[in-house]
């Protein structure tokens, strides 16, 4: 499967339910959840006591909005980037989301997701 020849639609259609998954279990703070997608190499990087310390201290993380805007792909190496606009629905202000898709095992996986 090539994920950089798809197109943003179709992308789109991947990277959407991924992304509104993240919020769900974000605002949840359900770790299994939250990690269910993510590469081998996220995976690793995202053990459940830092996550859940962000949870505590970033109240943004725990208050995403349902409704996100999707701004446009960045296809690089293996990788497509997927940026939204998304809101809090306690943390005033817009913030960027990053959700970086890759392919491990014939499987889309979450190689990066981050809020700015």
């Known amino acids: ?30 770790y299994g959840g939250f990690t269910k ?21 970033n109240k943004l993380l725990t208050s995403l909005s349902k409704q996100r805007e999707f701004y446009g792909c960045l296809r690089r190496n293996n990788y497509v980037t997927v940026l939204y606009k998304q809101t809090s629905d306690e ?10 898709l890759g392919v491990e095992d014939d499987k889309i996986k979450i190689f990066g997701a981050t809020i700015f």
């Open 91 to 100: 943390v005033p202000g817009e913030f960027l989301g990053r959700l970086v």
């Open 1 to 30: 499967m090539n994920l950089l020849e798809k197109t943003d639609e179709e992308i789109l259609k991947i990277a959407n339910p991924l992304w509104d998954e993240l919020v769900k279990y974000s605002n949840n703070k359900d």
């Open 37 to 57: 997608n993510f590469s081998a190499q996220m995976l690793y990087g995202a053990n459940e006591i830092e996550i859940s310390k962000q949870w505590t201290n």
